[in-house]
């Protein structure tokens, strides 16, 4: 680890970013039952990559599983 303080400080704030951002998927999840990573990443704020980033940390840990998309006869996403 950095010994320079600011470097410290930059990487918590990174890190706390991250935990708001995974509990803010949990909770949205949680709510409102199956999502597109689409509808995850608009209401969320973020990108799609991002959300697949988070989504496969939760699913890893146990929390959040995939399911294949339901056949409407139109395109639809993955939904956690």
Not at 13 to 22: A, D, G, I, M, Y
């Amino acid at each position: 680890m950095s010994s320079n303080p600011t470097v410290r400080r930059a990487r918590r704030t990174q890190e706390s970013v991250h935990r708001r951002n995974l509990s803010a998927l949990l909770r949205q999840v949680h709510q409102h039952g199956p999502l597109t990573r689409a509808v995850l990443a608009r209401r969320l704020g973020l990108n799609r990559s991002t959300v697949m980033t988070l989504t496969a940390e939760l699913a890893a840990a146990g929390l959040v599983r995939e399911e294949p998309p339901v056949e409407t006869g139109r395109a639809a996403g993955r939904r956690w």
